[in-house]
């Protein structure tokens, strides 16, 4: 349930930055973790249907860790 996770993460907010700076984007990407599926620049810079492809890529190589707070949301209804 991506918008579930998007929503817990940024409330769906393509342009969403973390207060601190290191998490960007819909999913609240890392950079490392942006670049690891092929991201270039920021996430946050990138279309939603681009962050969306890149959460995808990024669960199928490491399942829901990368939201260890949200990632339990993928798996409701």
């Not at 690891?36 to 279309?47: D, E, Y």
Request: aromatic share 10%; proline share 5%; hydrophobic share 35%.
């Amino acid at each position: 349930n991506w918008a579930r996770l998007g929503k817990c993460e940024s409330h769906n907010n393509p342009r969403a930055v973390s207060r601190g700076g290191l998490y960007h984007g819909i999913f609240q990407f890392s950079l490392t973790a942006w670049k690891s599926v092929g991201g270039t620049g920021k996430p946050s810079q990138a279309s939603a249907a681009e962050q969306l492809m890149r959460a995808k890529l990024l669960y199928a190589k490491r399942g829901a860790s990368p939201w260890p707070h949200c990632g339990r949301l993928l798996f409701t209804d």
